[in-house]
């Protein structure tokens, strides 16, 4: 099955290693077909095992999901429910992530933070981070500086990654599971040491928010509510059971989220806890 083909969807701004994050050149990959083979739908009584406020509540809970290597699609471990997407947030904490997080968590949806370095060398970012982090929301590594990363040296690599996972564990005492490389752009080595860092490592399967004509509230609510970006040549809906979706911390975001997890939610769509997908052992 290959439902959403793959659509390239460069917005043509040039290639940016990183100095200016709002300039982010996010090659959308859409991925082919994040659909699992499975058709049953079986709607598991979704626990809300808050377990407690101990220490414990970071012990890992038994995964219910993995993430397609290729498509980055959220895939069922045996018979978790399939009609599942992810939420996720690149280049935060900046502005509105501590916001965003503040009206998931009043939603009761979890999703992956994907860090930069470059916002946790003021007091003010590393206490967003602790508190989205209280919060019980996933930190992951989008590398120190934001850094294009096939323009980098191998050192220069591993320095963007490594050190932001060192920075992370001095705040928050843990270090990320997730990675998601600028721009979706991993090299083979950034793979491998994402790997060796313990880091699953993701793109996406759609995302709007950083394309011109979506930097509109209204505009990025419909778009990621029903799937479909016609204004960047993506005219059907990438909205499937697994779908990966790529926000920002913007401001149009941050002001659309809540109508956009009400608007997946009443499209039988359940916001999967990321707590719940398989991490590297
Ligand atoms: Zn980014």
Known sequence: MILGACTENTD??????????????????????????????????????????????????EPQYKINAETSSVVPIDDANEKVVLLTFDDA?????????????????NAIFFINGHFLESTEGQ???KKIDDMGFVIGNHTYNHSYLPDLSEQEQRDQ??????????????????FRPPNGANTDFTKKLAEQEG????????????????????????????????????????????????????????????DIVTGLRDKGYKIVDPMRIQTIE
Request: proline residues 5%; hydrophobic residues 30%; glycine residues 8%.
């Open 12 to 61: 043509g701004t040039g290639i940016n290693t990183g100095s200016d994050h709002h300039q982010e050149r996010e090659n959308e990959q859409t991925g082919s077909g994040g659909q699992t083979t499975t058709d049953q739908n079986k709607n598991e009584p979704e626990k809300n095992e808050q377990t407690n406020q101990q220490q414990e509540a970071d012990a890992p809970a």
């Open 199 to 258: 880091m699953v490592s993701m793109n996406w399967t759609y995302g709007y928010d950083y394309f011109e004509p979506y930097m509109d509230t209204e505009k990025i609510k419909e778009a990621m509510i029903s799937g479909k970006g016609p204004e960047v040549d993506v005219p059907y809906s990438l909205l499937k059971p697994g779908a990966n979706l790529l926000m920002h911390d913007r401001e149009w975001t941050a002001a659309a989220l809540e």
């Open 161 to 178: 990654i490594v050190s932001l996972n060192d920075t992370i564990e001095d705040i928050i005492g843990k270090r990320p599971q997730f």
């Open 93 to 109: 904490p900046d502005e509105y992530a501590l916001e965003m997080a503040n009206t998931l968590k009043s939603m009761d949806a």
């Open 127 to 129: 206490n967003m981070l």
